[in-house]
């Protein structure tokens, strides 16, 4: 990803980290609350792929477990794993977005929770309905990897090599 001064200001606007930090602190507090464990930090680098391109973002459901969606819609696997490696620096970006505004935590096992001592996010306020569906979409992720086991998994599933 190149710096912010060489982005296009339509890449600096869409994927700037406060608007994919949103997107992430939704899954991570999602995945805390059903799981009861904290968010292992590694799969931080899967949400932004599964949820920025629309045509995968319209198929997530947790309604469908993970490994079922997969096998249903294999078509959206295409340009995952290049979609996960292009989006590591903007995920980065992201995350320490909330570390440094103490919105997430990271633990001593080098996980991620959300902080108990500020108020949580809002899911609607100043958001309209592509951000909204984000927002819920990224908490659908957040259940699909609560119930897939382990990060390793995971990974394999969706066809991306750490």
């Known amino acids: 990803m190149r710096s912010w001064d060489n982005r296009s200001r339509e890449v600096a606007y869409l994927l700037n980290p406060a608007f994919c930090g949103r997107i992430l602190y939704s899954t991570i507090k999602t995945y805390n609350e059903v799981s009861k464990r904290a968010f292992p930090f590694p799969l931080i680098y899967l949400v932004l792929p599964l949820i920025l391109h629309k045509n995968t973002r319209e198929h997530i459901s947790s309604k469908t477990q993970m490994l079922m969606w997969i096998q249903r819609y294999p078509e959206l696997q295409v340009g995952y794993a290049e979609r996960t490696k292009d989006l590591a620096t903007i995920s980065n970006e992201a995350i320490e977005f909330l570390l440094q505004s103490g919105l997430i935590q990271l633990t001593n ?37 609560a119930g897939a086991g382990k990060v390793e998994t995971i990974y394999i599933s969706l066809g991306v090599r750490p």
């Open 109 to 145: 096992n080098a996980e991620l929770e959300i902080s108990k001592t500020i108020r949580p996010l809002s899911k609607t306020k100043f958001t309209n309905d592509e951000v909204k569906e984000c927002i819920v979409k990224g908490e659908h992720v957040a259940k699909w990897f």
